[in-house]
């Protein structure tokens, strides 16, 4: 079952095995149910011993959270105003919030350039909003908050209710409980580092080109650094705070299973493209058969492809500069034991195939048809 921390806390405060919550304010999205007891948890609203009937919309671990009109009597209601009822105080203190802390360390701000501070203060925002789904915001921690960062990422109506410190995440932070992400670390993320450290702290560096190289590891200092790589390659790997921190979160809170398959839960097609023609060109063999040569990926790795990479077959459309068919193992199999001759640092097979063989081979074909010779 997939852990919502806020949820099962909320439970054992109140000491309750199932809980019915009837919540009167409106809250968009998925995981109500984490998102009720998140805010309860932060204080954002508060509960009260009131009977309302309605329908349970959500539910985790015994907690069932009731709205509109329905035959379901709550508990208790919800709620960010005042209401009647007698009011339930709730205090949790930290050690019954299991889960990592995702730090991110604003140090180096100032250093942005304006369209980088908007999205860095964008990608902190929707960071906040993964972990109101499966922990709580008291697992963000915001470090070296300078005025200017605070109101920036306060600005508006926008309520944050995680840790912020003016401190550096190295003044503040126990070293031996704590792993900083660099795609250069000294280890590899693996499902058992999720649950070896409590702190796990990002670098809040928004760079499309090179100015912040080398910037994460100077910031770590002598704090161990672990990187996340895919395939043992950080090509593909999501860079966005937010992304990065939905890989830790899928990984502690069960969604995913393994750190390949929680990469691809967050990499967006676009990063996966990054990936592509480096898989590709590795993969995939060329021939010449029935007038023309061919780029030919076999099903097997088309498909192995598929497993750990987030894309569709419209971005193998945007790396490559011609088309791609897959086909069989079996035409796979032949075309490599085929003759073969060099062409510009290439090799080139000339399998002895029949037209209705390579027709009857062909899987798929992705891309603009060049010719006709396949159905």
Not at 198 to 227: E, L, P, S
Not at 284 to 301: H, I, T, Y
Not at 338 to 346: A, L, P
């Amino acid at each position: 079952m997939v852990k919502r921390i806020a949820a099962e806390a909320l439970l054992k405060i109140l000491g309750k095995d199932s809980l019915n919550v009837y919540l009167n304010y409106h809250l968009r999205g998925q995981s109500i149910a984490n998102k009720v007891a998140n805010d309860l948890i932060v204080n954002r609203s508060k509960l009260y011993e009131k009977k309302v009937s309605g329908k349970i919309v959500d539910s985790h671990y015994g907690l069932n959270i009731v709205r509109g009109k329905g035959p379901i009597e709550s508990d208790l209601v919800s709620s960010r105003k005042p209401i009647d009822g007698k009011h339930i105080e709730i205090k949790v203190s930290d050690s019954l919030l299991e889960g990592p802390r995702i730090v991110v360390d604003v140090r180096y701000y100032h250093l942005h350039k304006l369209h980088e501070r908007i999205s860095l203060i964008e990608q902190l925002r929707v960071l906040t909003n993964l972990l109101r789904e499966y922990l709580t915001e008291r697992h963000v921690i915001i470090a070296s908050v300078t005025e200017d960062f605070q109101k920036d990422f306060m600005k508006g109506p926008y309520d944050f209710r995680g840790g912020i410190h003016k401190e550096t995440f190295n003044e503040i932070l126990p070293r031996d409980e704590t792993v900083v992400l660099d795609p250069y670390g000294e280890e590899e993320l693996t499902l058992e580092t999720m649950f070896e450290y409590k702190y796990f702290v990002i670098g809040g560096i928004v760079d499309r080109g090179n100015r912040f190289n080398g910037y994460t590891k100077k910031m770590a200092g002598n704090f161990k650094t672990i990187r996340i790589s895919l395939e043992g390659d950080i090509k593909g790997v999501p860079d966005r705070i937010n992304r990065i921190a939905e890989i830790l979160v899928y990984l502690y809170c069960g969604v995913a299973r393994s750190v390949k398959e929680a990469i691809k839960l967050a990499q967006a097609p676009i990063i996966a493209r990054k990936r592509l023609p480096t898989e590709i060109k590795k993969r995939a063999v060329r021939f010449e058969a029935l007038g023309r040569r061919w780029l030919a990926l076999s099903l097997s790795d088309y498909e192995e492809l598929k497993d750990f990479m987030n894309f569709r077959d419209v971005d193998i459309e945007k790396v490559l500069d011609r088309d791609l068919i897959i086909i069989t193992d079996e035409l796979f199999e032949k075309i490599l034991k085929s003759k073969s001759f060099d062409s510009y640092g290439r090799t080139i097979y000339v399998p002895n195939v029949s037209e209705e063989e390579f027709k009857a081979n062909i899987i798929k074909h992705v891309g603009k048809k060049r010719v006709e010779y396949y159905g």
